[in-house]
């Protein structure tokens, strides 16, 4: 049981390159999240998805985009990188809203 | 203002001793999250509470749902308890995704 699994780990990008973020879960949760961890700063929600086909915007979601086309997939997307996104990205997924939430252990982006 | 403010910012513990996090919050709230983050960077939830007290192994998580404050001990602490802890309250208002509003975390070193 793998739990949250996040793909890759680390990454660099140059300006304007595009690249995509796996998180894959096998818990058959129906919640799954994708937060970005800034220093001095709390986790902030990018995208959510209540299901399979679902999504929708959180708190930070400019310069991003998600899909959600199998229940056990979150895929979180940088179309054109910017130096401001360069951040830890953690995908976490749920049973519901009310519930605790699993994480998967993160991937460190870095925008030059 | 941040509507989750946890204290103190950094902690510094000889082995052994009984450590308290607190966590006070401006918003109301359905839940309340603590989750431990590892010097490797992956989130682990600990507790999600709505009222009273829980406890699990060395850990005790409180609440105080009048004052809005909520506090994470533990007891005959060890290096390996030495990571961030991080608060996330579960706000009554922001529709059906339950979105968590993080702290910024609270960075414990214990010293053996």
């Known amino acids: 049981n793998a739990g949250v699994t996040q793909t890759p780990k680390f990454r660099v990008l140059k300006t304007g390159q595009s690249m995509t973020l796996l998180c894959a879960q096998d818990m058959n949760h129906e919640y799954m999240y994708w937060y970005r961890q800034d220093p001095g700063m709390g986790l902030r929600l990018i995208h959510y998805s209540v299901g399979e086909g679902t999504t929708a915007k959180g708190e930070v979601p400019d310069g991003y985009n998600v899909s959600r086309l199998k229940k056990q997939n979150f895929l979180l997307g940088l179309e054109s990188a910017a130096p401001s996104q360069t951040s830890v990205y953690f995908c976490?997924?749920?049973?519901?809203?009310?519930?605790?939430?699993?994480f998967g252990d993160g991937t460190r982006l870095s925008i030059l | 203002k941040n509507e989750v403010e946890q204290s103190p910012q950094n902690l510094t513990a000889q082995e052994g001793e009984f450590i308290t996090i607190n966590c006070s919050y401006s918003v109301g709230i359905s839940a309340l999250h603590w989750l431990q983050q590892h010097p490797g960077g992956g989130i682990v939830s600990l507790f999600m509470l709505s009222s009273g007290k829980k406890k699990h192994g060395r850990l005790i998580a409180t609440i105080n749902i009048q004052e809005k404050h909520s506090s994470l001990h533990i007891t005959a602490s060890h290096p390996r308890d030495s990571a961030v802890y991080i608060c996330?309250?579960?706000?009554?208002?922001?529709?059906?995704?339950?979105?968590?509003?993080f702290g910024k975390g609270t960075k414990l070193s214990v010293k053996p």
């Open positions: 976490a997924s749920s049973l519901g809203t009310g519930a605790i939430r699993h």
């Open positions: 996330a309250v579960r706000a009554t208002y922001g529709g059906s995704q339950g979105n968590l509003i």
